[in-house]
């Protein structure tokens, strides 16, 4: 059914595709919701579910809820995704499943106690800053630009949100004014990256505030930093993950806004509007 959704998705009629997309992304809502509970849900009336069902060749949306349900019920089964070839004896369904069911346990154990109390003093070393500055290089890169995107929706009052530096290490001029009152989040994951460690051991030189995130306690940054957040960097393929590392980034910066008199909401939304006017986003066809 997921796959008969995806493939006739852009030849439906745009609320038809708002009823499809929630499907899509709440298979188990689809099993356990009552038809309007999830129209409600979706931003639907009851009556596109009923036309979503029959755009499907179904009878009504009960068959769509009970053929949902039975996926539900089988066991080993992880959803209506992994429902039918896995039967087959295609192995790529259980390599999904397990590497998601890591995924989900990594970014689970971020909340536990221990690593809570690291995100709240990594909060408020945040939310008294001057200036914000963030470092990754390589993998840690692209997670340090993620925490930039997000953080600077929380700056305001002169403060700056800076990244340092691209995928090669250069551009670090930005830190050379940095100093006391200034914090610096550096991201490095094994292999550490010498340009990281470096950096971040000179910005603590000159009185910046680090904030790690790195995979141990024990790590070359860790050990410099003034607070460290502890994620895992293991995955069950071949490289190494970075989503609990972007996980933490949101964590960190969703305590930072909690503890900050700026509306993020408000600023994100004239964001979008003004990206809007300028045609930025992709618009459905009518």
Do not use: C
Not at 82 to 103: K, N
Not at 177 to 192: F, H, R, T
């Amino acid at each position: 059914m997921a796959e008969l959704l995806v493939e006739r998705f852009e030849n439906m009629p745009p609320q038809l595709r708002i009823a499809a997309r929630f499907v899509l992304d709440h298979p188990k809502d689809v099993a356990l919701m009552s038809m309007r509970e999830q129209a409600h849900q979706a931003g639907v009336s009851h009556s596109t579910m009923m036309r979503l069902a029959r755009w499907l060749g179904l009878e009504g949306y009960e068959d769509m809820r009970s053929l949902y349900a039975q996926a539900l019920r089988e066991p080993g089964s992880g959803g209506l995704v992994r429902q039918g070839r896995e039967q087959d004896g295609d192995p790529g369904y259980s390599t999904a499943g397990i590497v998601a069911d890591a995924l989900a346990a990594q970014i689970s154990s971020l909340g536990e106690y221990g690593n809570a109390a690291q995100f709240i003093a990594a909060a408020d070393v945040l939310g008294r800053a001057r200036n914000i500055y963030s470092l990754g290089s390589r993998s840690g890169h692209s997670v340090a630009n993620h925490f930039v995107n997000v953080m600077s929706f929380l700056a305001a009052d002169g403060r700056k949100v800076n990244l340092v530096g691209d995928m090669t290490g250069h551009g670090l001029d930005a830190l050379q004014d940095a100093g006391k009152g200034d914090v610096l989040l550096a991201i490095s994951m094994p292999p550490y990256e010498r340009t990281t460690i470096e950096v971040a051991r000179q910005s603590a030189r000159q009185g910046v505030a680090v904030i790690a995130i790195t995979d141990s306690n024990v790590s070359p940054l860790a050990r410099i930093a003034q607070e460290a957040i502890i994620v895992t960097s293991n995955s069950q393929s071949f490289f190494r993950s970075m989503a609990p590392a972007f996980a933490a980034v949101e964590i960190l910066v969703a305590l930072t806004a909690a503890r900050s008199e700026v509306n993020a909401a408000d600023r994100v939304k004239q964001s979008e509007e003004q990206l809007a006017a300028f045609g930025i986003y992709w618009k459905p066809p009518r």
